[in-house]
């Protein structure tokens, strides 16, 4: 089953703009990690969160997690046209050796 | 480096034909291998996974099947594909360290008709 489930589903900005994307989740996890998916193509990992971090930064990624409301979110800063893709919330929920994937959100930035 | 290689890229397919795509994975030993289906516009289903070869785990009861004939080979079969078979298909690996974090192949575009 999905476990995670993020929000927006599609979200449409224009280049230079923020794009933030959440994900909520429904058990207790070890980690977090964000995917990108170019369309028609393999997802590329992007970042790994903690379950004892709060905060962490890669380039122009900020991602959070709250393990008391189950949430994370995705912080894109001064986004650019080549970042349109979809974005995947991925937790290892489901056992150590499987990872339960959301929905996605669908990202478009318009230049 | 570690590379992951998935074919083909595009597959159509009648109903009934039987199937067989192939992952190999590069550059590293006793990976976990990972199977996935993805429907058009939403996330990834966990088909199989494997720890080691000759060990494979079933997620979701269905028409397909999965083997792992060498360390770095993960192959999913069908003996009759159906219309509902239809979907993109990736393949993962993993080390096994408790991150899982996971490197994804191209995919196959599968269209059943």
Redesign the interface.
């Known amino acids: 089953s999905?476990q995670?489930e993020e929000d927006p589903q599609a979200l449409s900005i224009q280049e230079g703009e923020n794009a933030t994307m959440n994900c909520s989740y429904k058990t207790s996890i070890?980690?977090l990690?964000w995917y990108r998916q170019n369309s028609?193509?393999?997802?590329?990992?992007l970042i790994?969160i903690r379950s004892n971090e709060r905060e962490k930064h890669s380039g122009r990624l900020r991602v959070t997690l709250d393990t008391s409301k189950k949430s994370s979110s995705l912080l894109i800063t001064a986004s650019r046209a080549a970042d349109t893709a979809s974005y995947?919330c991925?937790t290892?929920g489901?056992g150590?050796?499987?990872?339960?994937?959301?929905?996605?959100t669908?990202l478009t930035i318009n230049p | 480096s570690q590379t992951i290689h998935?074919w083909p890229a595009t597959l159509v397919q009648p109903v009934g034909s039987p199937l067989s795509l192939e992952c190999t994975v590069e550059g590293t030993s006793n990976p976990?291998l990972y199977w996935?289906r993805q429907a058009a516009?939403?996330?990834?289903?966990?088909l199989f996974?494997s720890?080691g070869i000759g060990q494979i785990s079933s997620?979701v009861p269905q028409n397909l099947s999965a083997s792992r004939p060498q360390d770095r080979q993960f192959i999913l079969s069908s003996k009759k594909l159906l219309l509902s078979d239809s979907g993109?298909y990736?393949c993962?690996w993993s080390t096994?360290l408790?991150?899982?974090?996971?490197?994804?192949?191209?995919?196959t575009?599968l269209s059943v008709l």
């Open positions: 999905q995670g070890n980690n990690q028609g193509r393999g997802l590329v990992h790994l995947f991925a290892d489901g150590a050796q499987k990872l339960v994937f959301g929905q996605g669908r | 998935q976990n996935y516009g939403r996330g990834l289903q966990l996974y720890v997620e993109f990736l993962a096994g408790a991150e899982n974090i996971q490197y994804f192949g191209a995919g575009r």
